[in-house]
């Protein structure tokens, strides 16, 4: 009996290891995946904070990054976090948010940015005359500045003990402050990584050619050419509304009517519109766009000169055009965009031209009818996403 018992011994105690092993191993292995969740959860949350930043939503995406830094508390989370705060106007708890980056083993380009978000919310807050409080841990929630410098021999100054509970006679008040909110940037200072459909305004030219009529029937011709020189700017980014203001050239041939002067007609457009982008989603790169506007057309018949050779524009209508665009977008962010169009212009009679002594009148030149112009066109456009189209002033992380 008791050989049996010296031979089971082995076995017994390599199963007790087995069980204790498989129990710690569980252990760790929860661990690990737990952190991992956590990391994925946090990656996720910052990114659907980008995309809020993307679409002006400041303070969701705020509430996303600050979720993100009480998962995982990375350098990269709180310059988001301190972009958020500085859009919405919360001038004291983006500081925070910016001390606390180089408090979590930030990348020297992380780094840079919050130095220069640092420098940018100090900017704004002496422009507008605020004091800052910065303090806190960094998630959003600013901590609180003395009201007088620290002395130790003050008591309730004196650090707390950790071996002695506190005293309940005897509540540490903190002094308290309202947060500093300010006038917040009037732009987005952000720019996704990704590309996408989003931009603050444009510089771009047409080309195109149609046909139509101007004016009494065959004074002036029907074919017509011309090129366009626009700019536009978002105003409501989310709901992708625009406003665009143009100057368009375009030249019709000449006519065959024998009881008018058959001539040429140059027109110049000055004109504004408005228009909607219809896209799939913020990275789909084919985009439609209605467009409507209202233009004044300066009316040159025959390229009538002054006596210095320069060209006169002095038939006065008013005109309207529609149309409908298909764009591509193309480039890092989408800044390229290639578009192919159809359109209308339309135009009233003159309504003012030179007097019977110094010209022709509208009759005589036959513009006292208006007229319709279709036309297919070809164009470029280039995006930029701060006003002055520099680059942006920060890339989210």
């Known amino acids: 009996m008791s050989r049996l018992l010296t031979a ?22 929860a661990g690990t995946a737990h952190a991992q969740s956590q990391a994925e959860i946090a990656a996720k949350l910052n990114d659907e904070g980008k995309e809020l930043m993307f679409g002006n939503k400041f303070a969701e995406a705020a509430k ?18 301190c972009l958020a705060r500085f859009q919405e106007g919360k001038f004291d708890e983006a500081l925070t948010a910016c001390n606390a980056v180089e408090l979590n083993n930030p990348t020297e ?34 901590g609180v500045t003395p009201t007088h410098p620290t002395d130790p021999s003050r008591p309730a100054d004196r650090p707390a003990d950790p071996n002695r509970p506190p005293d309940p006679s005897r509540p540490v008040q903190p002094a308290s402050y309202t947060p500093t909110v300010g006038r917040p940037p009037a732009q987005n200072l952000a720019l ?52 665009q203001a143009y100057l368009q050239y375009s030249h019709l041939g000449q006519g065959k009517n024998d009881m008018l002067s058959a001539e040429t007609l140059d027109v110049v457009d000055l004109g504004i519109a408005g228009y909607k982008h219809f896209c799939l989603g913020n990275q789909s790169r ?11 057309a300066l009316m040159s018949p025959a390229g009538q000169m002054d006596g210095t050779g320069s060209q006169l524009f002095n038939y006065l209508a008013l005109g309207g055009r529609a149309e409908i665009s298909l764009a591509y977008a193309f480039g890092t962010r989408f800044e390229h965009v290639l578009s192919l169009m159809a359109g209308l212009n ?52």
């Open 64 to 81: 996303k990054f600050q979720e993100a830094v009480a998962r995982v508390p990375e350098a990269k989370y709180f310059v988001n976090l």
């Open 346 to 397: 339309a135009y009233t009679q003159v309504l003012q031209g030179p007097s019977a002594g110094d010209g022709f009148t509208a009759a005589e030149v036959g513009l006292d009818q208006g007229g319709i112009v279709a036309y297919l066109g070809l164009g470029y456009t280039h995006r930029f996403n701060t006003p002055l189209g520099s680059s942006p002033f920060v890339i989210l992380e």
């Open 286 to 296: 084919l985009c439609a766009t209605p467009l409507v506007g209202v233009q004044l």
């Open 8 to 29: 089971a011994a082995p076995l017994a105690s390599t199963i007790v290891f087995g069980i204790v092993f498989g129990i710690v191993f569980g252990i760790a292995l």
């Open 192 to 243: 996704a990584v990704t590309p996408d459909n989003n931009y603050t305004w444009t510089l771009g030219i047409d080309l195109f050619g149609g046909g139509g009529q101007i004016g009494q029937p065959d004074v002036y011709g029907t074919a017509t050419a011309g090129f366009r020189i626009k700019g536009d700017y978002i105003l409501n980014p989310a709901a992708r509304l625009g406003a």
């Open 109 to 142: 380009a992380v780094k840079d940015k919050a130095e220069k978000l640092i420098g940018k919310i100090n900017e704004a807050a002496k422009a507008q005359n605020l004091e800052l409080h910065p303090g806190g841990g960094g998630g959003g929630d600013p």
